[in-house]
């Protein structure tokens, strides 16, 4: 039997064609979409994980910026401006901070498109380590200081949690979904999240809750306060589509 080949190593310089798909953010207060979040697909529908394993490290930050872009022209393209929502995109953190004219091209691309850059919201994942906390920190205040909203994606399973919210606060923060889980089941989750809500009302930062698969997680959330949620119960990912929301008693929310 011969043994199975290697994975190839990514070509420097050859990016793979990618597309992207869009996984809304439901406010249940307002009962509607607060947001949709671009997600990297392959033009078949392939998952991130196989994208990402064919960029070289080299091609990371020009590779970030092609997702920045090409995120705000699909949605676009499928009527994200006429709806009443934002769009959600995520930022390799170790990538920006290659050139300070990282802003510029998805500043371009939402201008051409005629999109609002505070209907723009970045997430900095927090579950890869950082390695220029300074120079992250004066990308994300030249985005701000643009009009763009700022979101700490993966809080709570990361490497730079509270001392990474000690240096900036952003509009938003998403609880990584191992604190979601089950939280139905489990008083210590429950805690956990409690106070992490109580600590961002007082520092005025949005929480969304991501991850969200089953009623029992909803249920608990709810009671807890949260009102912006994220998860295969309402909807999963639609490959250059926004999909509708539907509500857990089957009822479609607004788009």
């Given at each position: 039997m011969?043994?199975n080949?290697?994975?190839r190593?990514?070509?420097?310089?050859t990016?793979p064609?990618?597309?992207?798909?869009?996984?809304?953010i439901v406010?249940?207060?307002c009962?509607?979409?607060?947001a949709?979040?671009a997600?990297?697909?392959g033009?078949?529908g392939?998952?991130?994980?196989?994208i990402?394993?064919?960029?070289a490290?080299?091609?990371r930050?020009?590779?970030?910026?092609?997702?920045?872009?090409?995120?705000v022209?699909?949605?676009?393209?499928?009527?994200?401006?006429?709806r009443?929502a934002?769009?959600?995109?995520?930022?390799?953190?170790?990538?920006v901070?290659?050139s300070r004219?990282?802003?510029?091209?998805t500043?371009?691309?939402?201008?051409?498109?005629?999109?609002?850059?505070?209907?723009?919201?970045?997430?900095?994942?927090?579950g890869?380590?950082l390695?220029?906390?300074?120079?992250l920190?004066?990308?994300?205040?030249?985005f701000?200081?643009m009009?763009?909203?700022?979101?700490?994606?993966?809080?709570?399973?990361?490497?730079s949690?509270?001392?990474?919210?000690?240096?900036?606060?952003?509009?938003?923060?998403?609880?990584?979904?191992?604190?979601?889980?089950?939280?139905?089941?489990d008083?210590?989750?429950?805690?956990?999240?409690?106070?992490i809500?109580?600590?961002?009302?007082?520092?005025?930062?949005a929480?969304?809750?991501?991850?969200?698969?089953?009623?029992?997680?909803?249920?608990?959330?709810?009671?807890?306060?949260?009102?912006?949620?994220?998860?295969?119960l309402?909807?999963a990912?639609?490959?250059?589509?926004?999909p509708?929301?539907?509500w857990p008693?089957?009822?479609?929310?607004?788009?």
């Open positions: 011969s043994a080949p290697r994975r190593r990514p070509i420097a310089g990016i064609p990618f597309t992207m798909a869009f996984q809304p406010d249940v207060i009962g509607g979409v607060f949709y979040e997600l990297v697909r033009p078949n392939e998952g991130a994980a196989e990402f394993e064919q960029i490290d080299a091609d930050y020009d590779f970030d910026q092609q997702c920045r872009v090409r995120a022209e699909v949605a676009a393209q499928i009527g994200l401006i006429e009443d934002c769009l959600s995109i995520n930022v390799l953190p170790n990538a901070g290659e004219s990282c802003v510029e091209r500043l371009n691309a939402a201008q051409n498109v005629g999109l609002p850059t505070e209907r723009i919201i970045f997430e900095f994942t927090e890869e380590p390695a220029d906390h300074e120079e920190l004066w990308v994300i205040r030249n701000r200081e009009g763009f909203r700022t979101a700490i994606d993966d809080f709570g399973a990361g490497y949690g509270l001392t990474l919210l000690t240096r900036f606060q952003p509009d938003l923060i998403k609880l990584d979904m191992a604190l979601i889980r089950n939280i139905d089941l008083p210590v989750r429950r805690a956990v999240v409690g106070g809500l109580h600590m961002c009302e007082d520092l005025g930062i929480v969304v809750a991501e991850g969200l698969e089953s009623e029992g997680e909803f249920r608990a959330l709810r009671d807890l306060g949260l009102s912006l949620l994220q998860g295969f309402f909807a990912p639609g490959v250059e589509t926004m509708a929301p539907i008693n089957g009822s479609a929310l607004a788009a």
